[in-house]
């Protein structure tokens, strides 16, 4: 078992609409939780961080995550064609390990 | 600001030969690392560095190996290159300590091609 899954996709969804992105864990020792976005032939940039439990909202983005079933959402409300990108879902223990990634969603914004 | 910087963008390579990737970052951070992306994967950890001198093994680091001199460049050297090691490589930095420790900041890439 992958200690991060992520539906690749691609995800292919219509402007303005609500988008939903999701990951599961398997490690229970992670503590940090981040969505990356990554344009093509781009590094990652970081969207969202969020430590523990709990959500976080930063404009049209919500990053939640529930540790007891080990499940991390991203929320993008009023999806707009700029948004189209590849997302990724890291987490990570603390200290100076590196994050564990999930494959990335490709999300598609039709305008 | 530049942020972290990588070099080259493109490189292909034979196979059997070595070649080093350049990283360079002016936030002045302590920790660094270097990941791999192949076509639908996610990101893999190659190896790091939490300051100059002091290298450890990530996740894939056959193949690879590491050096720390300074706080600014971190080069990740290609021994006897191998097709698998076709792949996107990523460079990355961070601070000490809370939130910071958690933020990551990529490079560029540097697109590999081993052929």
């Known amino acids: 078992q992958k200690e991060v899954e992520q539906d690749p996709g691609p995800l292919s969804v219509p402007e303005g609409a609500i988008v939903s992105l999701n990951c599961t864990y398997s490690?229970?020792?992670?503590?940090?939780f981040m969505w990356y976005r990554q344009y093509s032939r781009k590094g990652p940039e970081l969207l969202m961080y969020?430590?523990?439990?709990g959500n976080k909202e930063d404009g049209r983005f919500t990053a939640q995550v529930d540790k007891s079933s080990k499940y991390i959402s991203l929320f993008i409300r009023d999806s707009q064609p700029s948004d189209s990108a590849t997302y990724l879902c890291?987490?990570?223990?603390?200290?100076?390990?590196?994050?564990?990634f999930g494959k990335g969603t490709h999300l598609i914004i039709q305008p | 600001n530049a942020g972290v910087t990588q070099t080259p963008k493109f490189r292909i390579l034979k196979i059997g030969q070595s070649m080093t990737l350049q990283c360079t970052q002016d936030?002045?951070?302590?920790?660094m690392y270097w990941y791999r992306q192949d076509p639908g994967m996610g990101l893999k950890l190659i190896y790091y560095?939490?300051?100059?001198?002091?290298?450890d093994k990530g996740e894939v680091p056959n193949g690879y190996n590491v050096s720390r001199s300074t706080t600014e460049d971190f080069p990740l050297r290609l021994e006897l290159a191998a097709p698998s090691q076709t792949s996107v490589y990523f460079c990355?930095?961070?601070?000490?300590?809370?939130?910071?420790?958690?933020?990551?900041?990529f490079g560029p890439g540097t697109r590999l091609l081993v052929l």
């Open positions: 969020t430590y523990s439990s």
């Open positions: 936030m002045n951070h302590n920790y």
């Open positions: 490690n229970s020792a992670f503590q940090y």
């Open positions: 560095s939490v300051g100059a001198g002091i290298t």
């Open positions: 890291a987490t990570h223990r603390g200290g100076a390990d590196g994050l564990t």
């Open positions: 990355a930095s961070s601070d000490i300590g809370g939130r910071a420790q958690e933020t990551q900041y």
